[in-house]
């Protein structure tokens, strides 16, 4: 076997709380190996008030870009340079990208992998009604871009009211989709006519799997479509008591291989092996 020519890897990286039981880095890393890059993929704890140093870190050495996850999508924004017409109109930041220049740049996938994923199903988003719970980065992905496929209503449920409401107005604004708010009890109900139904909380997120997202679920009917964008684990207690219920259940490994593959062309340049990464995930999953 030939010597490698540089020994210089291409870093990117994940920041986020908690993430210890993220998955990302071992799919991220398994496309780069079968493309032949010399790239690597660091998941790093980082907390609030640690953000900002974070940040100049991976100005500093020089990393080709990152991902932030919980609790970071939104407070990333001012840390960087500049952001996509996309990430603007989400307010939130998922992927982060280093320019030419040295600037980093501010981008969204999660909306477009999660509606990458409910189109491979084989919904139709166009008029559909959809109650978005939580109103963190995801929510406000999902939502922003569920309005831009043709959503006819979008509505917001969450813990804190007033953060319902804000979201509500922002998807109004935005996208000019018809946008209110839901209560957030001990069983949230489900507004008749609802198609899809999407929870955008880290309810159940490893290591807390077993928590139950308080949805009324006597209120849940056949054909409506649940989705968890939890990857981990992918089989959601939300989703099973939804299966148990009536529903159609969408896991989020769809969204999480999705919105890797546009990170990773964002990254690399190169046409993402979603294949590849979609195995990556099964496996992790499959040794629990």
């Known amino acids: 076997m030939a010597a490698p020519t540089t020994y210089l890897s291409q870093l990117v990286a994940l920041f986020g709380h908690p993430v210890a039981e993220n998955p990302t880095q071992y799919m991220q890393e398994r496309a780069f190996e079968s493309l032949g890059l010399i790239w690597r993929y660091i998941t790093m704890d980082v907390q609030k008030d640690q953000l900002a140093d974070a940040v100049t870190g991976l100005r500093a050495m020089g990393f080709a870009g990152a991902n932030c996850t919980i609790p970071h999508k939104i407070a990333v924004i001012p840390l960087l340079d500049h952001l996509t ?7 939130a930041v998922n992927t982060i990208v280093r320019q030419t220049d040295g600037s980093l740049l501010g981008e969204n996938t999660d909306g477009k992998g999660f509606i990458q994923a ?3 199903y084989g919904m139709d988003l166009k008029g559909v009604r959809a109650l978005i719970l939580g109103s963190g980065g995801a929510a406000r992905a999902v939502s922003v871009e569920l309005g831009v496929a043709g959503a006819a209503r979008i509505d917001i449920a969450n ?5 319902a409401e804000d979201l509500a107005a922002h998807v109004a604004r935005e996208t000019g989709v018809e946008s209110s708010t839901v209560v957030w009890g001990r069983d949230i109900p ?4 609802t198609q899809l139904l999407v929870n955008c909380t880290s309810i159940a997120l490893a290591p807390n799997v077993d928590d139950v997202v308080p949805v009324d679920y006597s209120s849940i009917r056949s054909g409506l479509l649940v989705c968890d964008v939890i990857p981990n684990p992918p089989d959601t207690p939300f989703l099973k008591r939804a299966r148990a219920a009536g529903a159609t259940t969408l896991d989020g ?3 999480l291989v999705h919105q890797g593959a546009i990170a990773f062309k964002l990254w690399t340049g ?7 990464m979609r195995a990556a995930l099964e496996e992790v999953f499959a040794q629990g």
């Open 85 to 91: 017409p996309t990430a603007a109109k989400i307010g």
């Open 118 to 120: 409910v189109t491979e």
């Open 159 to 163: 813990r804190t009211a007033s953060k």
């Open 190 to 193: 489900i507004p008749l006519g």
């Open 253 to 255: 490994l769809g969204m």
């Open 270 to 276: 190169h046409e993402a092996p979603t294949h590849v």
